[in-house]
Nanobody
């Protein structure tokens, strides 16, 4: 059974930082494309960042480029999202997602097979 468990969310002031963690199990993590998505209240879920199976390629939404960094530790079956210079508009539930190593349409949700339950990030102004 595949499980993705996010942690690290919380309440932070604007300009602050957080690091989200996604612990994976039940899948071949090193052969999975991994991504972060988020959903703000009243809005659709949107792409944040993705990393290919080897960690050699990363992709970011324009809104987080330069502030967020996605990384992975294949030996630990763990995905990370370092978020710096947080803004109130970053407030959302953040989800970890896993897809096939061959999946390359990184920003599209449909190709990800597994999702975590989400972790809340709230940025106060």
């Amino acid at each position: 059974q595949v499980q993705l468990v996010e942690s690290g969310g919380g309440l932070v002031q604007a300009g602050g930082s957080l690091r989200l963690t996604c612990a994976a199990s039940g899948l071949t993590f090193s052969r999975s494309t991994m991504a972060w998505f988020r959903q703000a209240p009243g809005k659709e879920r949107e792409f944040v960042a993705a990393m290919n199976w080897s960690g050699g390629s990363t992709y970011y939404a324009d809104s987080v480029q330069g502030r967020f960094t996605i990384s992975r530790d294949n030996a630990k079956y763990t995905l990370y999202l370092r978020m710096n210079n947080l803004k109130p508009e970053d407030t959302a539930v953040y989800y970890c997602a896993a897809g096939s190593r061959y999946y390359t349409d990184y920003s599209q949700q449909g190709g990800y097979n597994y999702w975590g339950q989400g972790t809340q990030v709230t940025v106060s102004s």
